[in-house]
């Protein structure tokens, strides 16, 4: 891992975040979360200058907003920001940067953590975490306070 990679800075879901350049998106856990995730992340790394990472932010978002989908489906509630809330919980993105690198997270309500498959190019599914590993400087999952769920990060940088 490279000493500049971005670091996460949610894992507190009621604390500020501490990077200069920061976007927040609630999406429902809808056919459209994934399309509109990537399109926010595209418009808002133009906006900041940073068109150059688009391409693989772009990838890793929506790698992970897909799998925050799959994992919400079915769960009946969740805690965020110490406060339950009854039904199918939204999937959350953060995008924050420090000019030079995207770090990416995205929340979702259930406590499973992702597990990296061996990579099988014969399966249908199973090669989003592998992508993941392949296009970020570093990536991870925790579990934050005050919140059900995990949050799936991954920082992008330019090489």
């Not at 996460?8 to 056919?31: I, Q």
């Not at 919400?72 to 039904?87: E, I, K, M």
């Not at 997270?105 to 406590?111: E, L, P, R």
């Amino acid at each position: 891992m490279d000493r500049n990679t971005v670091r996460p800075t949610l894992k507190d879901t009621t604390a500020k975040p501490s990077l200069p350049l920061y976007s927040y998106l609630e999406l429902g856990v809808l056919p459209t979360a994934v399309p509109c995730a990537r399109g926010h992340t595209r418009l808002v790394l133009a906006e900041w200058g940073l068109r150059d990472l688009a391409d693989p932010a772009e990838q890793v978002v929506s790698e992970l907003v897909t799998n925050g989908v799959r994992a919400s489906r079915g769960l009946v509630g969740s805690r965020f920001g110490g406060r339950w809330t009854a039904g199918v919980p939204p999937v959350r993105l953060w995008l924050l940067s420090d000019y030079r690198s995207v770090l990416v997270q995205v929340w979702d309500g259930s406590n499973r953590m992702p597990v990296r498959r061996e990579l099988d190019l014969e399966s249908g599914s199973g090669r989003g975490l592998w992508l993941v590993a392949e296009l970020s400087e570093d990536w991870g999952s925790f579990q934050p306070e005050h919140a059900s769920g995990k949050v799936v990060w991954a920082s992008v940088a330019r090489p």
